[in-house]
């Protein structure tokens, strides 16, 4: 890999509240449900406007309106309440999940590596000088320190490996709560369809009707009907919200699942193949120190034939020189580590931003569908029988 070789992560963009306006037709209702629906909606408002408006009746009657998909609003709710804790979980300054696992490795990761950064090394061309100094064993040491940090970095290898893992059962616990979301995202469609009907019936038995019964309908059946409507198209605006922040959040685990398989190969096959030269190096400084003293048994040898080996002496002396390897190859090489690692830090970062404006979104959503929800428990004093 060369040093201009780069990947980049992008972190999804933070998700967008959903109006409610836009809600009633984010989960497709077959037509067979609608027409039942609407079916179902002209057979209760007739049977409702055959009603004395003072009766008993008439007051039960109009409370099952109340009582539309309630059950299916607090599952939503506690669904969206989970996904909101997961989210919450997932943010770096909370701790103990997958994300925070695999963080936490990746730094302990990059000390290792730069501890082992042979850009201290001496270069080529003062190696043959520097090996006759105190310390000049320093490629024998580095190898050394490769092979006592070897413990180290399988273990951490190791963890990166089961970080993964968490964010694969993650991501697995994400899809699952996502497929009971969209079903209770159907059913709370079901009731939106259901309420549309309702709405279009009154207005036309509101538009049949004497005048004093039409602002009996429109005052005590319109209203709860379209107050109902909006409740439930409130709930299903942040269903669908959550149902897109799981996505998000599960689409984060993958990148970083990604992006931890990049950064733990790169990693092991760049110190492994400065183990090796490393290794090669130190194995040709003995051979150069055996050259060294050959050379000088050669030159007592040489000078007694100084005569007739003067033409050979500047050959032998090209001959018996050092080979110039340098340390470049290493430096190269770590600079990529490091921009790697960077990279995964900035999107670290990013990512967490990301999260935290999604998590401030969906409380905000919460926060607003509560009120909607609070008004409905309210107004549930009118008891009643199921409308479907």
């Given at each position: 890999m060369t040093t201009e070789d780069s990947f980049t992560l992008t972190p999804p963009e933070p998700v967008a509240a959903v109006p409610r306006e836009k809600a009633g037709g984010l989960v497709p209702v077959e037509e067979s449900v609608r027409s039942d629906m609407a079916r179902k909606a002209e057979d209760y408002v007739r049977s409702l406007a055959a009603l004395d408006a003072r009766s008993p009746e008439f007051a039960g009657k109009v409370g099952e309106i109340a009582g539309l998909g309630a059950g299916e609003m607090r599952t939503a709710a506690a669904?969206?309440?989970?996904?909101?804790?997961r989210t919450v979980r997932s943010l770096p300054d909370k701790g103990g999940d997958a994300q925070s696992q695999v963080a936490g490795s990746l730094v302990e990761l990059r000390r290792v590596v730069e501890?082992?950064?042979p850009r201290d090394l001496p270069a080529g061309k003062g190696r043959k000088f520097l090996s006759r100094l105190p310390g000049g064993n320093r490629l024998r040491d580095h190898v050394a320190k490769y092979a006592t940090a070897q413990g180290t970095l399988n273990r951490?290898?190791?963890s990166l490996r089961g970080g993964q893992d968490e964010l694969r059962r993650d991501s697995a616990a994400l899809q699952t709560e996502r497929v009971r979301l969209w079903e209770t995202m159907g059913k709370?469609?079901?009731?939106?369809?259901?309420?549309?009907a309702l709405d279009t019936a009154v207005e036309a038995h509101?538009?049949?009707?004497?005048?004093?019964?039409?602002?009996?309908?429109?005052?005590d059946v319109l209203f709860p009907v379209r107050q109902k409507h909006q409740d439930l198209?409130?709930?299903l605006a942040v269903c669908a919200q959550g149902y897109l922040a799981m996505d998000v959040v599960r689409r984060n685990n993958e990148e970083l699942i990604k992006g931890v398989d990049r950064a733990a190969t790169t990693t092991v096959s760049a110190l492994r193949i400065s183990v090796m030269l490393a290794s090669a190096l130190d194995t040709q400084r003995k051979v150069v120190d055996q050259v060294n003293a050959l050379r000088g048994t050669t030159e007592d040898l040489i000078r007694g034939n100084a005569e007739m080996l003067a033409t050979q002496s500047d050959e032998i002396q090209r001959i018996a020189?050092?080979?110039a390897v340098g340390a470049e190859t290493l430096r190269s090489a770590f600079?990529?580590?490091y921009r790697t690692l960077d990279t995964i830090d900035t999107y670290k970062a990013q990512a967490t931003e990301t999260m935290a404006a999604t998590v401030e979104s969906l409380t905000a959503e919460l926060q607003y569908a509560g009120s909607y929800l609070e008004r409905s428990r309210a107004q549930g004093a009118l008891e009643g029988g199921g409308l479907v």
């Open positions: 669904q969206s309440n989970r996904m909101l804790e501890d082992l950064d951490i290898v190791g709370l469609q079901e009731y939106v369809v259901l309420t549309e509101i538009a049949a009707a004497d005048p004093q019964q039409a602002d009996t309908l429109r005052a198209l409130t709930q020189a050092d080979p600079q990529q580590i």
